[in-house]
């Protein structure tokens, strides 16, 4: 079992800038790829990117595509979000996830591929 724990989030104003964190301990030698996720009032969770971990195939969903940027340091067992040109409809909880099945999609983007979840951290972006 992976334990997850997302951290740098927090209030930042319209164009800003935050890279936020998703160190992982426990049994991680099994996880296959590591996602973003947000979560705003009322709405439904909503993919941003997949990171693979054997390897650094990524993917982005076109919402944020050439904003977000997803990377990772395997020695460190941690993936990065690194999130520019904040809008204020990017308000959100953010949570990574892990998923450890091999075969399926190598880039999942439903929920229900991810077997594992962080807490989540508030990002708030003010206008």
């Known amino acids: 079992q992976v334990q997850l724990v997302e951290s740098g989030g927090g209030l930042v104003q319209a164009g800003g800038s935050l890279r936020l964190s998703c160190a992982a301990s426990?049994?991680?030698?099994?996880?296959?790829?590591m996602g973003w996720f947000r979560q705003a009032p009322e709405k439904e969770r909503e993919f941003l990117a997949v990171?693979?971990?054997?390897?650094?195939?990524?993917f982005d969903a076109d919402s944020v595509k050439g904003r977000f940027t997803i990377s990772k340091d395997n020695a460190k067992n941690t993936v990065y979000q690194q999130i520019n040109s904040l809008k204020p409809e990017a308000t959100a909880v953010y949570y990574c996830?892990?998923?450890?099945?091999?075969?399926?999609?190598?880039?999942?983007?439903?929920?229900?591929?991810?077997?594992?979840w962080g807490q989540g951290t508030q990002v708030t972006v003010s206008s």
């Open positions: 990171i693979r971990w054997i390897g650094s195939g990524t």
């Open positions: 426990g049994r991680t030698f099994s996880r296959t790829a």
């Open positions: 996830a892990s998923r450890s099945r091999v075969g399926g999609n190598c880039y999942p983007r439903g929920e229900y591929e991810y077997g594992v």
